[in-house]
């Protein structure tokens, strides 16, 4: 049974940082791109940032270019994102998932699992 657990979420003040993690189990990790996604209330999962299986390959929304960064442990079968320089609009549940496909993929319907998501609050 494949399993991805986002933990690191919390309120912080604009201009702030987090660190988000995404612990995966039941699954062979390297071989699965990771991507983060986003959604704010009252609007669409918003794709944020994806990795490819080793690591080499790493792509991001425009908004967040500059300020977050997507990096991985496949050691550890863990994804983070660390989020600098946040923005009360960078607001929103983050979800990990998990994309066997090796081509970027940033719809939401492309990737076959995903986490239960984990809350970032950016107060002005």
């Known amino acids: 049974q494949v399993q991805l657990v986002e933990s690191g979420g919390g309120l912080v003040q604009a201009g702030g940082a987090l660190r988000l993690s995404c612990a995966a189990s039941?699954?062979?990790?390297?071989?699965?791109?990771m991507g983060w996604f986003r959604q704010a209330p009252g609007k669409e999962r918003e794709f944020v940032a994806r990795i490819s299986g080793s690591g080499g390959n790493t792509y991001y929304t425009d908004s967040v270019k500059g300020r977050f960064t997507i990096s991985r442990d496949n050691a550890k079968n863990t994804v983070y994102l660390q989020m600098n320089s946040l923005l009360p609009e960078d607001t929103a549940v983050y979800y990990c998932?998990?994309?066997?496909?090796?081509?970027?993929?940033?719809?939401?319907?492309?990737?076959?699992?995903w986490g239960q998501g984990t809350q970032v609050t950016v107060s002005s």
């Open positions: 039941g699954l062979t990790f390297r071989r699965y791109a």
């Open positions: 998932a998990a994309d066997i496909q090796i081509v970027v993929r940033t719809s939401p319907r492309a990737y076959d699992y």
